[in-house]
């Protein structure tokens, strides 16, 4: 079998010819296969959804109860018939109900990850490695130059500022899922047990992460109607990017502004958003954990989509391996990382 006769590209994403349905389509279709809540993989629209429990319940959240025709939830592991192939969700490690997509048809498997991770993350379930004849990954950092330091000791820098300049009130940017809740679990493991204040846009997420058992502990509303400017003082805030170019930001005691992204490793962006503490978290592999999962799995072909393609094609063709770009349109680079 050739791969495009299990998988293709379309405009509308990665289509199924024998099971007809497409896996994270940027615009409406008949059957959906969805690999995580981003906004840039889960759009509403479709005739039929499948996904894990998850992530169905957060695009509920996001876009209503009614962003699809019908939902099928599948759990990690469950293999599905959909027409001609047989289709399993495996964990990606990306946020809460993140999945990777295995599509199979008479013993030949292509891997979709979706966005994945390799680093530890409490909020979601780990990446669990998956071998296939195609490996479809990720390069949101596929250049050598993204390397990205502990997640623990980013948070530790949070907290040192903290003792540092307890005057102040210190706001974090965050994306409203994952990023946010992430963050949340590395500060308690960091030894942080006070509130942590997020803002309203945080708050269904967070709710739903606490529903899901994700240990979150104490997280008031960052409201001042709840107390004087002044009483933020010391405090950590935390809110969504879009909340930063708002009046929101001056309500806050001497506001010392941090942003939670893996692209603050790239200090002129950290500038251009006048951020003051960049930290350096990412929910993506950086380019050492893209290039040692294809090592590890080992596919016949690699796949490369939204990101920096080229790089990482040209790093597996050096390596001997068979690859090429996608070229998928509608996966943004800095959409929700």
């Not at 296969?33 to 889960?42: C, E, F, K, M």
């Not at 009130?169 to 500060?187: E, P």
Request: one cysteine or more.
């Amino acid at each position: 079998m050739r791969p495009a006769d299990l998988l293709q590209s379309r405009p509308e994403g990665l289509y199924c010819p024998p099971g007809d349905f497409f896996i994270d389509p940027v615009r409406p279709v008949a059957r959906a296969l969805v690999t995580h809540a981003h906004s840039d993989h889960a759009t509403s629209g479709h005739g039929a959804v499948l996904a894990t429990r998850e992530t169905l319940d957060i695009m509920a959240i996001r876009m209503g109860e009614g962003f699809a025709g019908s939902v099928q939830p599948l759990r990690y592991g469950e293999r599905v018939a959909i027409g001609e192939v047989a289709t399993t969700f495996h964990p990606a490690g990306h946020v809460l109900g993140s999945a990777q997509i295995e599509v199979e048809r008479g013993g030949f498997r292509i891997v979709a990850a979706g966005d994945y991770k390799r680093t530890p993350d409490p909020t979601c379930a780990a990446f669990e490695p998956v071998r296939g004849d195609v490996f479809i990954t990720e390069a949101t950092f596929g250049l050598p130059v993204f390397r990205h330091p502990e997640p623990l000791a980013e948070a530790g820098r949070l907290l040192q500022s903290l003792t540092q300049f307890p005057e102040r009130t210190h706001l974090i940017g965050v994306y409203a899922l994952g990023k946010a809740q992430r963050l949340i679990a590395l500060l308690r493991a960091a030894g942080h047990d006070g509130p942590i204040f997020v803002h309203g846009a945080l708050r269904r997420l967070c709710d739903y992460y606490a529903e899901r058992g994700v240990a979150l502990g104490d997280l008031p509303d960052a409201t001042i109607e709840r107390g004087r400017s002044r009483d933020f003082a010391g405090q950590i805030v935390l809110g969504p990017p879009s909340a930063f170019a708002s009046a929101w930001v001056r309500r806050f005691a001497d506001p010392l502004i941090g942003f939670a992204s893996g692209w603050m490793q790239v200090r002129a962006r950290a500038r251009q958003r006048g951020v003051e503490l960049p930290l350096v978290i990412s929910d993506h592999c950086d380019w050492t954990e893209l290039t040692t999962t294809i090592d590890e799995l080992d596919p016949t072909e690699v796949w490369v989509t939204h990101g920096r393609e080229e790089a990482l094609v040209r790093w597996c063709s050096l390596t001997g391996r068979p690859a090429r770009p996608l070229h998928l349109v509608g996966y943004e680079d800095e959409a929700e990382d």
